[in-house]
């Protein structure tokens, strides 16, 4: 049975050409325990008809085929709108559809869907969660719980699971990123280290509310003032480290951050990075990793270099058995070490 709190949560999803893991993840949000919430779908204008699909979806035309979740036909159709940033008629709908004119990226994207509810939709809580998701039916209210704690919490987030293999495996990071942390958890060196126990360090223990510094950007529940307060996302990135820049947004004004065990989501890890060409993804997340380093790590040359020089040597080795990285060396060296702004 679904149940109402005094406020309102607003879901930020973003679909690029990805619509049937969309209407999984929509289909799992319209079952939480809560009535008072809308949706926003922002489309990164997507070429596989997403936006009519999920149109379809939202009709009762399209079943949801999940190993997690009953397909509930009785509750379609539901009420949907297409709009754009400006258009404040959908502000009854409980679907919101937005295409955008271009596949703006992560950050933007979202920022994109927080600019409309911040507009048009009145709310206490905006959720970032991505479309790869399955969101448990009482992790909402698991994860609205903790704000009430504390006035100055002003993000959380839930224990995540791997949809394909149920284990846990995406933590959070405990303390802010240290060079060697940057070393073994954002590099290809993570791949040798993962099942270790370094490797699983920074997974989520106990059932207890924790205090953190940055959790998965993958599913983030913020209080809607304080969203707005920070200034959203940055989009000086295209993908990848939002959630650690978010993490210092929120340290430099004073709030913090929780992980909450007993919320839960399904994870389909990385959906949509991998539909990108493995080198053309190394050279946005190294861009964005740069830019995080210099401009809120406020990192000095030196450490920079440090993990510079590491990553120079994993692309000479892994040129030694990858075909792309052998034929795009010499960019990503240049990418690597090209003048910082």
């Not at 709190?5 to 619509?19: A, D, P, Q, R, S």
């Not at 340290?251 to 539909?275: E, M, Q, W």
Request: aromatic content about 12%; some cysteine.
């Amino acid at each position: 049975m679904q149940k109402e709190y005094n406020g309102k949560t607003v879901f930020i999803v973003l679909n690029w050409e990805g619509w049937k893991d969309t209407v999984e993840c929509l289909e799992s949000i319209f079952q939480v325990q809560f009535l008072n919430y809308q949706v926003v779908v922002v489309d990164n204008n997507s070429k596989d008809n997403s936006i009519e699909k999920i149109k379809e979806w939202a009709k009762g035309k399209i079943p949801v085929q999940s190993k997690y979740l009953t397909y509930t036909p009785d509750c379609k159709p539901i009420s949907y709108a297409e709009v754009g940033l400006q258009d404040h008629s959908a502000e009854n709908a409980r679907l919101i559809l937005m295409k955008l004119p271009a596949n703006i990226g992560f950050a933007r994207g979202n920022n994109a869907g927080i600019r409309y509810a911040l507009l048009h939709l009145k709310s206490d809580h905006i959720m970032i969660l991505n479309n790869d998701t399955v969101i448990y039916r009482d992790s909402l209210m698991q994860l609205i719980d903790v704000f009430k704690n504390d006035p100055n919490i002003g993000l959380v987030g839930p224990k995540i699971i791997d949809y394909f293999t149920g284990i846990h495996w995406q933590g959070v990071a405990y303390k802010r990123l240290s060079v060697m942390d940057n070393i073994l958890y954002f590099t290809p060196l993570m791949k040798l280290v993962a099942k270790t126990p370094i490797g699983r360090i920074n997974l989520v223990k106990g059932e207890t509310p924790l205090k953190v510094y940055g959790i998965a950007g993958c599913c983030m529940l913020f209080r809607t003032k304080v969203l707005e307060e920070i200034g959203m996302f940055d989009e000086t990135t295209f993908l990848g480290w939002e959630e650690y820049i978010i993490a210092e947004k929120l340290l430099n004004k004073g709030y913090s951050t929780y992980v909450v065990p007993k919320a839960t989501i399904l994870h389909k890890v990385a959906r949509d990075t991998v539909k990108i060409e493995p080198v053309e993804k190394t050279i946005i997340f190294m861009k964005s990793e740069i830019y995080f380093q210099k401009q809120y790590l406020k990192w000095p040359f030196y450490k920079r270099a440090i993990i510079k020089l590491v990553r120079l040597l994993i692309f000479v080795v892994g040129s030694l058995a990858i075909a792309s990285y052998r034929r795009n060396l010499a960019r990503l060296i240049k990418v690597l070490f090209e003048r910082e702004n």
